[in-house]
């Protein structure tokens, strides 16, 4: 299928588990039947069902079920089906974890509030001793880095295990943490988002950035999206459907990056060819470190074409 003859936001993240595209990461109120009715057609490259924030103590135990039956309805679902659980430290963790693992077609845990590889483990070991058998190979994790001592333990938390797929920076609780006042500007956050991004690139994870909490706000969503995606983010978390497609047309390379790299790549295998290192192209240089640039963009693509033939 070429890509040109589709919008980037219609493609589809079913793919195989190491190559899950994740742009746009919408959270769905576990306890919130009218919305999570809505997201079962939702667009979405993954949809959250929440059990922690969105969801009121005191329905906690119904919101559980309530995402059981969700994931089963789920299964014609084009997105990738995950479950934000209750913070490790809450104690409500492996209540969480004993219900939603029971489901066969659960693909992603999101583990918020993570510090420490031991957040990590303790989810992992739920996994292989209560998920359904035909299931557990199936299951990633994203890492939810929210605090000061999550972004020091951002290298212990990216390789805690092979399961983890993605880090999260979530902007809320981190100005909690540090007692930081949100700006339009980011910069009280860009040493965390910078860290978490360089951690998740260096082990070959996917950095999926800040909530726009402004949702009704499309030029605020559209700069943080662009923000978000030039400091190498590869996604971004939604609280809204009618944040999605904005986000999934950003965190995409745009069709003139793509046909720029191509002539990249071309031009590049021909001058090697010549013996030469460098080539000039439209009037600029175009050498080893362009050429990677070139290939990573097109590698990006591809997956998002693979993950729409499959
Ligand atoms: O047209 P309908 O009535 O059928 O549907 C409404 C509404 O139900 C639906 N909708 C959603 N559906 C699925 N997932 C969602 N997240 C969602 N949000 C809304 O869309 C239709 C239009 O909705 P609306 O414009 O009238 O919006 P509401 O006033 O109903 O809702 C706004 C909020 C922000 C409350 C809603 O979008 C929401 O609950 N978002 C998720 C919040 C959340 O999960 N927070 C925790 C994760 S974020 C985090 O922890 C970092 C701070």
Known sequence: IPL???TVASLSPMTATAERVRRAMLYVPGSEESKIKKSLTSPADCVIYDLEDSVAANRKGAAREMVFEALKLGTESKSELAVRINAVSSGLAFDDLNVVLQSKQLQAIVIPKVESAKDVNFVCQLIDSLAVESNRDNIQLVACVESALGVMNLREIATASPRVGALLFAAEDYCADLGLHRSRQKM??????????????????????????????????AEECANGRDMGFTGKQAIHPNQVEVIQNTFMPSEEQVMRAQRIVEGYAASEKEGKGAYGLDGEAIDMPVYKWAQKILSRVNKARTSVDN
């Open 188 to 221: 009280e956050m860009l040493y965390a988002r910078s860290a978490l991004v360089t951690a998740a690139h260096a082990f070959g994870l996917q950095a999926i950035d800040l909530v726009c909490m402004d949702f009704r706000n499309p030029d605020v969503l």
């Open 4 to 6: 040109q003859t589709r």
